[in-house]
């Protein structure tokens, strides 16, 4: 299906994508006349005046020309060089979370070298990456450094291929892909996960309860540490007191994982949140029901976001200097280095606050 129209993107914009992909795979050949704005009509049920528009900024793209009586043809690519490198940043949410931290670390380090950057907020949607990447492609970004979504890896990986077919190098940071042949930059979520649960078990605490999203792959890693943990201090893993799920980050959802995991019936003496953000939805719940952490019960988070408004215990990604790594790694790309995928892994810390009591 060429056009989705329950999709929040304007139909032009679906029709103006699909022509461009049909050039990028061959389908459509430098030379080769594309369909008429009325054979186009009958495949896509648009209006010619919605046709005319799409195609009209394939034109300005330089990607199709306009032949008087003749109709529409592909253009050859042509290749433009410049000293002046533009990297595109698709972050998931600019406002909160690590993404701040992040995007300040790939600016400090492009305005080193006098780069520029564009910097785009997926939302953590699919849908928001996938244009985004067009519209960098359109800018001829040099390179990209991309926190794959909340989504699937088969669509993300849509993403990755897009760009690939512009020859345009990417840099995964801090979430992965498996069997990707890309360069990333992360941080040991499994050993990470793994002292946190440690520290918590070292304080007596053994009915300890875990919340994430297993449908990203570094919280996934996390309850991977989290479970090794278990194992080498010879206790059992309780699948009750895993409650995961496998969408994109909700207050809503980890409220209601909060009041389950807050019931007395659990018995859990501490709550090891996936990410921080989790962790403030569970103070808020605390609160609103009279719990005392962590008198009543512990919690821990993981990112050190540095919250003003509770002391937690969690565990230090080095954020910034994923960033920094990151944007070295691009350029080195965009310069020709044509050796084996990177692979950096950064170390992670345990900060202690006042969120977890021994018991």
């Given at each position: 299906?060429?056009?989705d129209?329950?999709?929040?993107?304007p139909?032009?914009f679906?029709?103006?994508?699909?022509?461009?992909?049909?050039?990028?795979?061959g389908?459509?050949?430098p030379?080769?006349?594309?369909?008429?704005?009325?054979?186009?009509s009958q495949?896509?049920?648009?209006?010619?005046?919605?046709?005319r528009?799409?195609?009209?900024?394939?034109?300005?793209?330089g990607?199709?020309?306009?032949?008087?009586?003749?109709?529409?043809?592909?253009?050859?690519k042509v290749t433009?060089?410049?000293?002046?490198?533009?990297?595109?940043?698709?972050?998931?949410?600019?406002?909160?979370g690590?993404?701040?931290?992040?995007a300040?670390?790939?600016q400090?380090?492009?305005a080193?070298?006098?780069?520029?950057?564009?910097l785009c907020?997926?939302?953590?949607l699919f849908?928001?990456?996938?244009?985004?990447?067009d519209?960098?492609?359109?800018?001829?970004?040099?390179?990209?450094i991309?926190?794959p979504?909340?989504?699937s890896d088969?669509?993300?990986?849509?993403?990755?291929?897009?760009?690939?077919?512009?020859?345009?190098?990417?840099?995964?940071v801090?979430?992965?892909?498996p069997?990707?042949?890309?360069d990333?930059v992360?941080?040991?979520?499994i050993?990470?996960?793994?002292?946190?649960?440690?520290?918590l078990?070292?304080?007596g605490?053994h009915r300890?309860?875990?919340t994430l999203s297993?449908?990203i792959?570094?919280e996934r890693d996390?309850?991977e540490?989290?479970?090794?943990?278990f194992?080498?201090?010879?206790?059992?893993?309780?699948?009750?007191l895993?409650?995961?799920h496998?969408g994109?980050f909700s207050?809503?959802?980890?409220i209601?994982?909060a009041?389950k995991i807050?019931?007395?019936?659990?018995?859990?003496s501490?709550?090891?949140?996936?990410?921080?953000?989790?962790a403030?939805?569970?103070?808020?719940?605390?609160?609103?029901?009279?719990i005392?952490i962590p008198?009543?019960i512990?919690i821990?988070?993981?990112?050190?976001?540095?919250?003003?408004?509770?002391?937690l215990?969690t565990?230090?990604?080095?954020?910034y200097?994923?960033?920094?790594e990151?944007l070295?790694?691009?350029?080195?790309?965009?310069?020709?280095?044509?050796?084996?995928?990177?692979?950096?892994?950064?170390?992670?810390?345990?900060?202690?606050?006042?969120?977890?009591?021994?018991?």
């Open positions: 299906m060429i056009i129209r329950n999709s929040p993107i139909n032009y679906q029709l103006q994508n699909w022509l461009r992909e049909q050039i990028e795979q389908v459509f050949k030379g080769d006349r594309i369909p008429t704005e009325e054979e186009l495949i896509t049920g648009l209006a010619r005046a919605t046709i528009q799409a195609i009209q900024n394939l034109v300005n793209m990607l199709l020309i306009r032949k008087r009586r003749l109709g529409t043809f592909v253009l050859e433009v060089t410049s000293s002046h490198t533009i990297i595109g940043l698709l972050l998931p949410d600019i406002r909160r690590y993404a701040p931290v992040l300040r670390g790939v400090d380090e492009a080193k070298s006098k780069h520029s950057l564009i907020d997926t939302d953590d849908v928001r990456a996938d244009f985004h990447a519209r960098m492609i359109e800018n001829s970004v040099g390179g990209v991309f926190v979504t909340a989504a088969d669509q993300n990986q849509k993403i990755l291929d897009k760009f690939k077919r512009n020859n345009i190098p990417v840099v995964l801090d979430r992965t892909l069997a990707s042949d890309l990333y992360t941080a040991d979520n050993k990470g996960a793994y002292e946190m649960t440690d520290y078990i070292k304080r605490h300890i309860a875990i297993t449908l792959r570094t996390r309850l540490g989290y479970k090794k943990a194992q080498d201090n010879g206790l059992p893993i309780d699948e009750n895993i409650l995961t496998s994109p207050e809503g959802r980890y209601q994982i009041e807050f019931k007395p019936d659990l018995n859990v501490a709550v090891f949140a996936g990410h921080d953000r989790i403030l939805v569970f103070y808020a719940v605390a609160k609103k029901l009279g005392s008198d009543d512990s821990v988070g993981y990112d050190d976001l540095h919250f003003t408004t509770i002391s215990t565990m230090h990604q080095p954020i200097e994923m960033g920094q990151s070295e790694l691009i350029m080195s790309r965009i310069n020709g280095d044509l050796s084996e995928p990177q692979r950096i892994v950064l170390e992670s810390y345990l900060v202690e606050r006042s969120s977890v009591r021994s018991i």
